[in-house]
C-alpha cells in the first residue's frame, strides 16, 4: 500500500475516494520501564524504553489503518498523519489517520506522469500480456501448444 503525507500521488490519479482511515492504540508504561526512564533523564538524552514504546505503538497504529484501507478497497492512502496525547499520566495515545483512496499510475504522454508511474504501468502491461505456461515434468512428454484467442488485459477495478 502507497502511504504518502501529501494530497496528491506524483504520476497518479486519484480514481476513488473511501473516506478517512484510521488506526488507534491505547498504551500504558510499565513501571519498570517509566523508573528506568526517570533515572535516565537525569543525565539527559534519548531514552531508549520509550523510544522503543513508542515506535511500535506508531508500527501498530499504522497496520491497523492499512488494514481499514484494503477492507475499504484501497490501494493508496493520502495526507496521512499521526497524533498523540498523553491521558491520565501514565497513558499514551497514539492514532494514524489519513484518507484511503484508489489510484491509477499515469503511462507514457500523460500529463503529469513519472518515471516510477510509466515504469509501473509498463509492468502491469508486460504481465498481462505474457501468460505464464505452466513448467512441463521431466517424467511427462510435453504436449503441442494450441492456439488460443488473447484476452485483452484486466482493466484497474473502477467505481
Request: include cysteine.
Amino acid at each position: 500500500m502507497l502511504i504518502v503525507t501529501s494530497n496528491e500521488i506524483p504520476g497518479h490519479r486519484i480514481d476513488a475516494v473511501f473516506g478517512e482511515v484510521m488506526g488507534l492504540t491505547v498504551r500504558s508504561r510499565d513501571i519498570g520501564s517509566q523508573m528506568l526512564a526517570g533515572f535516565r533523564s537525569l543525565g539527559g538524552g534519548e531514552l531508549p524504553e520509550m523510544t522503543k514504546a513508542l515506535y511500535e505503538s506508531r508500527q501498530e497504529v499504522m497496520a491497523r489503518m492499512v488494514n481499514e484501507a484494503q477492507q475499504r478497497g484501497a490501494n493508496a492512502i493520502v495526507a496521512m498523519r499521526f497524533d498523540t496525547s498523553e491521558m491520565g499520566t501514565n497513558w499514551t495515545e497514539v492514532c494514524a489517520y489519513g484518507t484511503a483512496v484508489y489510484v491509477l499510475p499515469l503511462g507514457e504522454g500523460e500529463p503529469g506522469a513519472t518515471g516510477q508511474s510509466v515504469y509501473l504501468t509498463k509492468t502491469a502491461t508486460q504481465q498481462t500480456a505474457q501468460p505464464t505456461q505452466p513448467q512441463q515434468s521431466a517424467q511427462q512428454p510435453a504436449q503441442p501448444q494450441q492456439s488460443t484467442p488473447q484476452t485483452p488485459p484486466a482493466q484497474p477495478h473502477r467505481f
